[in-house]
């Protein structure tokens, strides 16, 4: 089966292109290398260096006529949202629309669309369900939710069949440390080059961190599922910032020299979301505990390091 990934180059998308390959399937690339790195793309893979807005993305899809279409690509910093929103428009949302009309026009049996937990915006009840409130409070926020409303649409007027994911916090190798949520990578990063760890405010606000191996693994159940809807990709096991220096140092056995700082203005408290939808649904839950996660992510940035 022919499964185009846009943004197969990037953090989670080259863990959805291995997992494509390892059950048989054949990945096809779309990636305008922005922030992906073409290394992490096995030189087997068709791969086209096209950004999801132009109208070059139509030859992609006359050629290798897809059966299924994973969208990861995307602008993903909330921060570059609150500066230029006009640009993370047009990528997340009108990138998202030229992909749909694609879809539709070459008959895709199904969309797979990574959405972001950004989508709820502050939470009212903790662990955070499917039907919570939609209250984006970033452009970020906003141009993902449009973008899952578009594809709804896509739905209704013809038919495209979709599986809309909402991961929580992602972690794991190949992590562009500008990213959404690379609190993870940016700890490891100046834990192992000794620059000392910064955190912003007191340390105890907890995240939803999901292993990015598990997230690669919720797309390929997304392509299984019959229905369409949104879920969830997220472990429901809220982790203190604190709680994670503490297992890192323990990860890279030795001290860290943490400086703690006022928090940022709109940084959150505390964020869990519910994977119940998903594990009935789409028959997928969580599988890598955050130490065993965060083991195998400190020694991926340790062999990054040049001895
Ligand atoms: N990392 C997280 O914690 C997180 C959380 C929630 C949702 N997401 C979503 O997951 C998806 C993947 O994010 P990631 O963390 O792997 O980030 P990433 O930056 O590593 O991946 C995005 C990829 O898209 C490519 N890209 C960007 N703009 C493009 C364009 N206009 N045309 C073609 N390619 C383009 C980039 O080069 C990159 O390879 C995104 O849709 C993001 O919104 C990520």
Redesign the pocket.
Known sequence: MKVLV????????SFIVEEVMNIGWEPIV????????LSFVPKSVPFYN????SDTLEQVFRMHNPEVVI??????SVEFSTQQPLTDCE??TL?TLNILKLCAKYKVSKLVY?????VYGSAKEMPLKEEHRILPISF?GQS?YSAEQYIHLFHQLYGLPYTIL??????GM???M?????VVSIFINQAIRNTGVTVYGDGSQTRDFIFVKDVAKANIQAVAFGGSGAFNISTNQPISLNKLLAILQESIHQPLDITYTDSRAGDIKDSSLSFDKAREFLQWEPRTSFEIGLKETVAYYQNQVPK
């Open positions: 846009t943004g197969g180059a990037g953090f989670i998308g779309v990636d305008d290398l922005s922030t992906g790195n096209i950004d999801i807005r969208h990861q690509a995307a602008q993903v990528i997340n990138g990574a959405s972001s937990a950004a970020y993902k909402r991961y929580s916090n992602v972690y190949r992590q562009n500008l990213g959404e949520a690379g």
